[in-house]
């Protein structure tokens, strides 16, 4: 076996598989979801070549290192991959001109809902679109805008979340849009999850948290160590102190970040209430300090002060394996787990 043979669907799974497959032009319907300082060229190239689906994250990035990012993914795999966009990050037009121009064939949307223009600008460049739902009337209006494709991600999932679990949201929206192929994200941590999901109608499934314990993911070790030990129920959320400040809740391993990002709502708080900055600027202050204590965390290694971005499904990972190991593992339990339903239902 090459070094880049890809882990394919078994025959048994690909009928099962084919809408998600499809979709992506990958082997597995099987998505390492964005994440900040994470999925980086490396990790998202490695995805595909292995046959599953990376998902380049941009944070906010300065526009010519997202460009350079496209490039390097590229140079180290032709298979299709996607760039993400976050609607609340400052670069984020730049960031969807960037991946237009360069004709990157999936555009994720991330952070909160993007304009109607923006979907169609990125549908124009000939990319199939992906936009996160996180409520049933979200995922009725991204379709109204023309995404292709939506990813269903429940409030178990690590990074910034909406309010509503997975188990919710799969009777929300995957039972109700079967017009669209639907990626189901938020603690997943087994095949035997995938294997399910897909047997309900999701095409695929997107997972974060599994993949930052993959042997060639570029974090820091006290990160990978930190996911390693901790459990489902240490992964909390924030809460918004005010409406006058709206935020969008972040998962995460409780520490000092978590803390110290009540303070800084309260600060902003205060200095929205003397007029001394607008709304606006105090949510970009928000999103910097995510990305920028995201980056104290993942690639120096600040247990205390950078943020630890885990969904739940921390709790389902207790260590690091090569990625190709991961991926096989998904799709051998998840060939197992369809073997045990059509057992249980013929006998
Ligand atoms: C460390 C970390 C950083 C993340 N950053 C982003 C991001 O930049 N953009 C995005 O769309 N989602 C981001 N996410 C969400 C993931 O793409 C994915 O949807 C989520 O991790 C799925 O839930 P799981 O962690 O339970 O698998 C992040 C998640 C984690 C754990």
């Known amino acids: 076996m090459t070094a880049h043979e ?4 078994p025959a048994s799974l690909e009928k099962l598989w084919k809408r998600g497959t499809d979709f992506l032009g990958s082997e597995l319907p099987i998505m390492c979801g964005a994440m900040t300082w994470v999925s980086d060229p490396k990790l998202v190239s490695l995805m595909g070549n292995l046959g599953a ?7 906010n990035m300065e526009p010519d290192m997202w460009a350079d990012y496209v490039d390097q993914t590229r140079e180290l795999t032709d298979r299709p991959f996607a760039g993400n966009c976050i609607t609340i990050a400052p670069n984020y037009l730049k960031h969807l001109d960037i991946l237009c121009e360069k004709k990157v064939s999936h555009i994720v949307f991330a952070g909160s809902i993007p304009r109607g223009e923006e979907v169609r600008k990125a549908k124009d460049s000939g990319a199939k679109v992906l936009c996160f739902a996180s409520t049933g009337s979200i995922a009725q209006r991204m379709i109204e805008y023309g995404a292709d494709a939506l990813i269903l991600e429940g409030s178990e999932a690590g990074g910034h979340i909406g309010h509503v679990s997975t188990m919710v949201l799969l009777q929300e929206i995957l039972f109700q849009f079967p017009q669209v192929p639907i990626f189901v994200a ?3 941590g087994t095949g035997k999850m995938v294997a399910h999901l897909t047997l309900m109608g999701a095409a695929g499934a ?3 948290t599994r993949f930052v314990l993959a042997e060639e993911c570029n974090v820091h070790k006290n990160f990978k160590d930190v996911f390693i030990k901790s459990r489902s129920r240490e992964a909390i959320s924030t809460p918004q102190y005010s409406s006058k400040l709206p935020v969008v809740s972040v998962r995460a391993l409780n ?8 303070d800084l709502q309260l600060e ?10 607008g709304r606006q600027e105090a949510q970009f202050k928000v999103e910097e300090y995510w990305i920028g204590s995201l980056r104290k965390a993942t690639m120096d290694g600040d247990m205390e002060h950078g943020s630890l971005m885990a969904g739940q499904s921390v709790g389902l990972v207790d260590k690091v394996q090569p990625l190709r190991e991961i991926l096989e593992e998904i799709v051998t339990e998840a060939d197992l787990a369809v073997a045990e339903v059509h057992q249980r239902l013929l006998g």
């Open 53 to 59: 689906f990376g998902v380049l994250a941009a944070g």
């Open 6 to 9: 890809p882990v394919r669907t």
């Open 206 to 208: 997107q997972m974060g």
């Open 255 to 262: 520490n000092h970040a978590m803390t110290h990002f009540g």
């Open 186 to 188: 938020g603690g997943i």
């Open 268 to 277: 902003l708080l205060e200095r929205l209430r003397k007029g001394e900055i």
